[in-house]
């Protein structure tokens, strides 16, 4: 996913199941999660260059944050708040 912007969203820009995304230059501003993997699943995500705006609670939301499948990595990335 390429040159991709959120805005308002009311629980997460991107909600996932092992979809393996690489993600570069997002822009995400005034929500709650950027992205949120479904209960029970693992994620590889892969994200560069992105703008997190006032997000309120994570970037990157797990309830399987255990697993050992989950392959995380963020270059670039920034954090600002309003």
Same mark, same amino acid.
């Given at each position: 996913?390429?040159?991709?912007?959120?805005?308002?969203?009311?629980?997460?820009? !991107?909600?996932?199941?092992?979809?393996?995304?690489? !993600?570069?230059?997002?822009?995400?501003?005034? +929500?709650?999660?950027?992205?949120?993997?479904?209960? &029970?699943?693992?994620?590889?995500? *892969? +994200?560069?260059?992105?703008?997190?705006?006032?997000?309120? &609670?994570?970037?990157? $939301?797990?309830?399987?944050? *255990? $697993?050992?499948?989950?392959? !995380?990595? %963020?270059?670039?990335?920034?954090? &600002? &708040? %309003?």
């Amino acid at each position: 996913m390429v040159d991709t912007y959120f805005e308002g969203q009311r629980k997460a820009a !991107i909600k996932t199941q092992q979809a393996g995304l690489t !993600i570069v230059r997002l822009h995400a501003k005034d +929500m709650p999660v950027v992205v949120e993997v479904d209960s &029970s699943y693992f994620e590889k995500l *892969y +994200m560069e260059n992105c703008l997190f705006d006032n997000v309120k &609670s994570a970037a990157v $939301s797990f309830t399987n944050e *255990y $697993s050992a499948q989950n392959q !995380i990595k %963020a270059e670039a990335t920034i954090e &600002s &708040s %309003a």
